[in-house]
């Protein structure tokens, strides 16, 4: 007797992997607001994103597409993205969004640099020679000596904001 429907004993199995109806919506959903994201970037920053060229032109039309047109452009990008590896594209684009996050942490790290310079005077002018030798150290202690004054005499803060670039030029390197 033939066994037609069952497999031989020393054959394997193969896995069935079931996938509910709302899990493919969700990962469809979660691949078209991964396309939205691409679509608000400009140019500049969609061209630092390894996108295939089909999905980079319909993108390019969905920026310019308006309402209804747009929605369905959208949902074609989504469809696009199902055939392509998306680890990559989000991976920069989360790089490109962390990079400006990045940017504003490296500021505020700059601005409390600058507020313990004009509190502490001389001891950090000397932390920031050994850090840059370069610096003009005379330029900075004058600086400091003005901000101080400004601030004991409500002035505005002109010397405060000039020791703020002279950080920015010597720390941040773009």
Same mark, same amino acid.
């Given at each position: 007797m033939s066994r037609k429907n069952q497999k031989a004993p020393w054959e394997e199995e193969e896995e069935i992997i079931w996938v509910s109806k709302s899990e493919m919506k969700r990962d469809m959903d979660a691949l078209q607001k991964l396309g939205e994201d691409l679509v608000e970037l400009k140019p500049n920053a969609l061209s630092k994103i390894p996108l295939d060229e089909e999905l980079f032109e319909a993108i390019k039309d969905a920026q310019r597409f308006k309402n209804e047109a747009r929605r369905r452009q959208l949902q074609r990008i989504g469809k696009l993205m199902r055939h392509v590896e998306? %680890?990559?594209? #989000?991976? !920069? /684009? @989360? &790089?490109?969004?962390?990079?400006?996050? #990045?940017?504003?942490? %490296? /500021?505020?790290? =700059? %601005?409390q640099k600058r507020d313990r310079l004009i509190e502490s005077g001389d001891s950090m002018i000397n932390a920031i020679l050994v850090d840059h030798p370069d610096a003009d150290r005379t330029r900075l202690r004058q600086l400091v000596r003005q901000a101080g004054k400004e601030k004991a005499q409500n002035k505005p !803060?002109?010397?405060?904001?000039?020791?703020? #670039? /002279? =950080?920015? %030029?010597?720390?941040? &390197? @773009?």
């Open positions: 998306v %680890e990559p594209i #989000q991976a !920069a /684009l @989360d &790089k490109l969004n962390n990079k400006h996050s #990045q940017a504003t942490f %490296e /500021l505020k790290k =700059l %601005e !803060a002109k010397a405060y904001r000039e020791i703020f #670039q /002279l =950080l920015k %030029e010597l720390y941040i &390197k @773009d």
